[in-house]
């Protein structure tokens, strides 16, 4: 891997435990309509924060809207990269940092503010924080500090029609259903959504055969061969390729190291207008239950789409259990 330092490609150092964090801030800081926009009006952003004298609240240091631009305007500046080459232009929300990365110790309290589990130093899910971070947005934008950026003669975003990033994401979905019962077609538009999830199907993997070979493999060494404890690691690998018809690593315990399912990307998307049946379909034209079949659309794509991997899967006994698996993607 080759070491890259350089504007917007500038680190955010790990707080505890806030990697979920730093990944959720690095994927909104490539949103640069709305990211370089409050970049650029920084200076203009932490002279209009409000003040703890006015009643507006606690100045730069509360104000969501100067502490992101700060964060935004360090990620996409030289200033933090291992070369820089200029000072910053704003002091007034230093958001700490080193060659390399930065520090923003500020906006983490902020973010975190109000909520049990981001204000805490445990590990957290990456997708609820960013419907976090949207909601926290939403209610900045209702507050009349909010509502003036981009209204206020001359607005402070002049380029945006939103200060909340979220209106960029959204996206309608169209379900149509078919009633096979009378043949009829019935569409449905979903309220404004922000993330597509999409199911990861295990049994798309195109290494189905091999996790299972050796999977077998692993079992029956298990079984038959707890004898050969001390066989050379080198013996104890050339026997197991010859039940797995191939080569194989071992794990710490000398057994064969199951592969992990490798899945297509786009098999996840597949599921998404994936057509499902519907066994008990309540018909409004016959007033019957009966089949139909049912599929999703979106009706346009956004300028940003944001997608959720539904890793964990759920067992009759309601136990969640994240599954282990490496996802293909092909570029174009």
Not at 20 to 49: D, F, G, I, R
Request: some cysteine.
């Amino acid at each position: 891997m080759v070491s890259v330092s350089a504007p917007g490609r500038v680190g955010i150092e790990n707080l505890g435990n806030t990697c979920y964090m730093n990944a959720t801030l690095q994927m909104l800081a490539v949103v640069e309509p709305w990211a370089l926009s409050l970049a650029e009006a920084l200076p203009a952003l932490c002279a209009s924060a409000p003040s703890e004298e006015a009643g507006g609240g606690g100045g730069v240091r509360e104000d969501i809207f100067s502490q992101m631009a700060a964060l935004f305007e360090a990620l996409h500046s030289q200033r933090y990269t291992t070369n820089p080459t200029a000072t910053s232009s704003s002091p007034e929300v230093p958001p700490g940092g080193r060659a390399g990365y930065i520090v923003p110790t500020t906006l983490r309290r902020l973010l975190g503010k109000g909520h049990t589990e981001f204000s805490s130093s445990r590990q957290q899910d990456a997708a609820e924080f960013v419907a976090w971070l949207f909601t926290l947005f939403s209610r900045a934008e209702k507050t009349p500090r909010g509502a003036a950026l981009c209204s206020v003669s001359p607005p402070l975003l002049p380029t945006l029609l939103s200060p909340s990033p979220e209106p960029l994401f959204h996206f309608v979905t169209q379900r149509r259903i078919q009633c096979l019962q009378s043949g009829l077609v019935r569409y449905a538009l979903s309220a404004p959504e922000n993330c597509l999830r999409l199911n990861i199907p295990e049994g798309a993997a195109v290494n189905s055969a091999q996790v299972e070979k050796v999977t077998a493999a692993r079992a029956t060494w298990s079984a038959n061969h707890s004898h050969h404890g001390s066989e050379p690691p080198e013996a104890k690998r050339a026997r197991l390729a010859e039940l797995v018809g191939g080569g194989v690593d071992l794990d710490a315990d000398g057994l064969p190291l199951v592969p992990k399912l490798l899945v297509p990307f786009s098999a996840c998307l597949a599921t998404a207008s994936a057509v499902e049946s519907i066994p008990d379909y309540l018909s409004p034209a016959t007033g019957l239950k009966g089949p139909a079949l049912a599929s999703n659309t979106l009706t346009h794509l956004p300028p940003y789409l944001l997608i959720v991997l539904n890793r964990y899967k759920m067992f009759v006994n309601v136990f969640p259990l994240l599954m282990s698996l490496l996802l293909l993607f092909v570029f174009f």
